[in-house]
Structures are given as structure tokens and as C-alpha cells.
């Protein structure tokens, strides 16, 4: 396989950048049939062959036109870490020299993949070490599914990816028709064929995308709540300030009318005496009265220059307790992978910022 920035230069068309649709107007467009689409998506991600030449029930004169105008390339891994609990990090090199970062998480009977919407993020959620590395821009969608598509070469037949959740590095409505056409192709049955339930995209609450969503995507989907009142999430998530929680919650309302979510899941990251006292837990369940919801808190996870601690075990275990004794099923994420900053809100890559926010932080420290 040539390198990504061979091919770049190339300037071939990435077949991995087509969702099914996508590559049904591609073939289409050269006077092909659309089941051509089908075929070719089981030539890559079922059969893992990348060599137009070996696709047997393409004629001649197709093979010859894609070898000539097209490729499938995946993002290279450059770095691969194995943390202690078996969880993997892989920094992919994408185009330009940014990196992002992937993570793969083994358990007993699954294995989720971590995937990357963004070098870098525009938000600026004031505990996640991502948000500190400014923006660069979003990735392709053969820079997402890609992610996927080298995560399970490098693990082989044995090991299979059987759920992904967008939840590596930026926000994935902010990147919406590039998410959209990855997971597309995550549950097309041509391609990964995962089922709705496996694959999830989170969100910190970009109202606007969450009803697009609704219409054009049944993955399911998880929100980063993390606060139960506006002067609060609008210094953790300060994308509350546009789409504060009364519209965040009628969106979650309406999604969670749609099979197969039934529930949205809401994540609270547990920052010690921020976020995590009874009263913010009564709240909680307040706000989520109206909402079909399970809650998923987080142990935050530290990172260089970052003030917040995370909460005591006995404070999240009595936090999670009135949660469930209030009638929410509500769960505590296992921190994996976090020797090799693996864990939630700990992955950086190398973004190249374009936002620079990494001088409006400086500026901001020396004030
Ligand atoms: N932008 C998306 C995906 C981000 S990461 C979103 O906001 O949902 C997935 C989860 O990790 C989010 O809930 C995010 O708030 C959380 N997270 C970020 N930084 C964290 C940290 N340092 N410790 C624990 N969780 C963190």
C-alpha cells in the first residue's frame, strides 16, 4: 500500500471516503450499476482487499479505472501502546502532520473501539485535556472509518471490534456529514454491519445537529451532561451557553422517542467538589425526570496543568446510589488504559492549532 501522503499527492479519490450511497452515485456517475457499490464494500471491509486488480467480479476495464483514479487508504499507525489492562492507543498520522488517537478497549465477550471525529477540538470543555490542544480541523471519512478499518487489521481475525463509540478526540456533530457517512458504514451490513445498539456517538450537546440526527441516523447516542445547572455547565461545557439545558433536554426528549435508543445515556464526568454533591444528584434526577435516561458516571481522569480532582470512590458510590435509588439505572465507567493516557478526555495526538487557543490559554495564565 502507498503511503497516505503519496497518494495525496496522487490526488486519487479515497473510496473510503463513500458511504454506501456515496458509492452508488460514484458508479452510477461512470455508467456502472449501483450494486457495484455493495460489492465494493465487501471487497474492503469484509475481505480486507485493497488491490483493485483482485476484485474478481469487476470487469477489466473498471479494475483498470480504479487502479488508475482511485485508492483505499486507512490512516497510519505511528505509535502503538499496550497499557497494563490490555487496552491499546494507536496515534494515527493523518494528513499534514497532525496526529490523532484511537483507542481499543478489550472486555470480556466485546471489544470497544475509542474513535477520533476531530484533529484536536474546537469546544472548549474545561476538563478534557483534548480541548487544551486547540483545533485543526475535522477528519475525512475514510480518516474515521479508517480508524476502524486499521484497528481490526492490526488486531487480526481473533479479536473482533464489536462496538465503537465516537468519543476519542473533538466533537462529532460538529463534523456531522463525515460522522454520519463513518457510522453509516460502522452498521451497513455490507461493510461492519454493527447494530445500532454497538455504536454510539456522543455529544456535548450541539442542539441543532442532535435534531438532524434524529432524522438521519438511528446510531445510538450518549451526552456529556456533566453539570445540572447552566452557571455550571456553561464553565464546564461552555457550548451551553448557545443551547442551554432546557433545549438540550427537549432534543433528548425527542430522541428518545426513536427505536432503538428508548433511552438516551447521559455522562457526568465526577469532579471532586464541583459537580458531585447530594444536591447536584437530586438535581439530576430532576432535570432527567421528563427524559428517558441512564447515567454513565465518569471518574475524571487527570492530565498535566489540569485544577480539577476527581471525586472520592465513597463519594461516587453514594452519587451513584441516589441516582439508582431515584430510579435511574446509573453505571460508573471502569477507568482503563490510563498508564499510557488512554482514558477518557486524556487523549491529545498532535494537533497543529488553528484556533489558537493554545496562545489565548497562555495569555490568559500570564494575566
Ligand atoms: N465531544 C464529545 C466526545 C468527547 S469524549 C462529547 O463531549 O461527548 C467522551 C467523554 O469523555 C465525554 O463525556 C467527555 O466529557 C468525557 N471527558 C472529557 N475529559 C475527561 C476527563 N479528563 N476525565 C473523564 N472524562 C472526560
Known sequence: MKSVQELVNLKKINLLDFDRKGLEAFFVKLGEKSFR?????????????????????????????????????????????????????????????????????????????????????????????????????????????????????????????????????????????????????????????????????????????MYRLNELCDASLAVSLHAVTDELRNELVPINKKYPLQELMAVCRENAKLAPRRTVTFEYVMLDGINDSNEDALGLLQLLKTVPAKINLIPFNPFPNSSYRCSSNNRIHAFKTLLNDGGIVTTVRKTRGDDIDAACGQLVGQVNDKSRRHLKLATQSSE
Open 37 to 209: 457499490a455493495t460489492q465494493l464494500l465487501k471487497w474492503i471491509y469484509q475481505e480486507g482487499i485493497t488491490d483493485f486488480i483482485l476484485m474478481s467480479n469487476f470487469s477489466k476495464a473498471l479494475r483498470a479505472y480504479l487502479t488508475e483514479h482511485c485508492c483505499i487508504v486507512a490512516p497510519e499507525i505511528v505509535v502503538e501502546k499496550k497499557a497494563a489492562d490490555g487496552v491499546y492507543k494507536w496515534v494515527v498520522q493523518t494528513q499534514c502532520g497532525n496526529r490523532v488517537e484511537t483507542v481499543f478497549i478489550p472486555e470480556e465477550g466485546r471489544g470497544t473501539l475509542c474513535v477520533s471525529s476531530q484533529i484536536g477540538c474546537a469546544l472548549a470543555c474545561t476538563f478534557c485535556s483534548t480541548a487544551q490542544q486547540g483545533f485543526n480541523r475535522n477528519l475525512t471519512t475514510a480518516e474515521i472509518i479508517g480508524q476502524l478499518y486499521m484497528a481490526q487489521h492490526r488486531l487480526g481475525r481473533e479479536t473482533k471490534v464489536t462496538n465503537v463509540v465516537m468519543m476519542g478526540m473533538g466533537e462529532p456533530l460538529l463534523n456531522f456529514d463525515n460522522v454520519v457517512a463513518a457510522v453509516n458504514l460502522m452498521m451497513d451490513d455490507f461493510a461492519y454491519g454493527l447494530s445500532k445498539r454497538r455504536v454510539t456517538i456522543s455529544t456535548s450537546g450541539v442542539v441543532p445537529a
